[in-house]
């Protein structure tokens, strides 16, 4: 990707005078591994044929690039060099023990890029006759993959809607399109305001298998919030580690299907937030 700026943990490389680059010589930018899956598989039937026991993403991506100092003038006839003042602000913001948010920028700022990565920056001084004249940066992400921006969905379900019938004798649903590049489920951030009085239950029959989600002793005005493995209830004295039957909405695909119908049997509003995997390399 074709960038001269780059976005850390919400700022800047350019708030810190500085941009990418890359010295005569020198690796430019380089993808030491992207979305590569490993197979681990056992031979039957005197090896005519293997079976897999499990596919596992095997490395995060990782990348190195550099960046030197923002000339000033045209010419680039300024002093480049680099102090140690600026070498010390630039190793403070990248290079922490802590994963944040990455992602490269064009300029001016440019938000049509809806994905990001999280990684932590290992920071190297390029040095030309003991001058600091560039840095070498090598991004390790937690991932093997980009994670979408979160997409975040509002439905309300009637009491009208949970008694009605459409025009094929079925229930009244609710569809999420998943895009996950990813085939397979997501676990989402659900937060349910209960319009009323009653148990609470829900089932996505794209992941049918999953069951449906049942909350007992649900109260009208109640919020329950469900982000794995972890619910919590607005209100304290609801006993959920009781009523609740421990089954997460789950948000997916298959290779032929995105489309995840919601039902319920409860009136309440319900907003769900996910990031989707987007498989594309830096």
Request: hydrophobic share 35%; with cysteine; aromatic share 12%.
């Amino acid at each position: 990707m074709k960038a001269v700026d780059f976005e850390y943990d919400d700022m800047l490389l350019s708030d810190f005078g500085f941009m990418i680059c890359t010295f005569e010589g020198g690796k430019g930018s380089e993808t030491v591994s992207d979305s590569q899956i490993s197979i681990n598989t056992v031979s039957v039937l005197d090896g005519s044929r293997r079976y897999k026991t499990s596919a596992v993403y095997e490395n995060c991506i990782e990348i190195t690039f550099q960046i030197c100092k923002i000339p000033k003038n045209k010419s680039g006839s300024d002093r480049m060099n680099i102090n140690f003042d600026e070498v010390r602000k630039i190793k403070r913001w990248l290079e922490r023990k802590e994963f944040c948010k990455f992602r490269f920028v064009d300029q001016p700022r440019d938000y049509s890029l809806d994905f990001y990565y999280e990684g932590i920056f290992n920071v190297s001084q390029i040095e030309i006759a003991n001058e600091i004249i560039g840095l070498e940066l090598t991004l390790i992400t937690n991932r093997p993959y980009a994670i979408h921006d979160p997409i975040k969905y509002k439905f309300e379900w009637t009491d009208t809607e949970i008694t009605q019938w459409d025009e094929n004798g079925d229930s009244i649903y609710r569809n999420i399109i998943d895009n996950s590049d990813e085939v397979g489920c997501i676990y989402p951030k659900v937060t349910i305001t209960c319009l009323c009085n009653g148990v609470f239950s829900m089932c996505n029959y794209m992941d049918e298998d999953n069951g449906w989600i049942n909350i007992r002793n649900c109260k009208k005005g109640e919020v329950i919030t469900m982000e794995y493995p972890l619910i919590k209830s607005s209100d304290s004295t609801h006993d959920l580690a009781n009523d609740f039957n421990y089954v997460f909405l789950r948000i997916g695909n298959n290779f032929r299907d995105r489309v995840n119908q919601l039902e319920l049997e409860l009136p309440a509003i319900i907003e769900i937030e996910y990031n989707p995997v987007i498989k594309v390399g830096i």
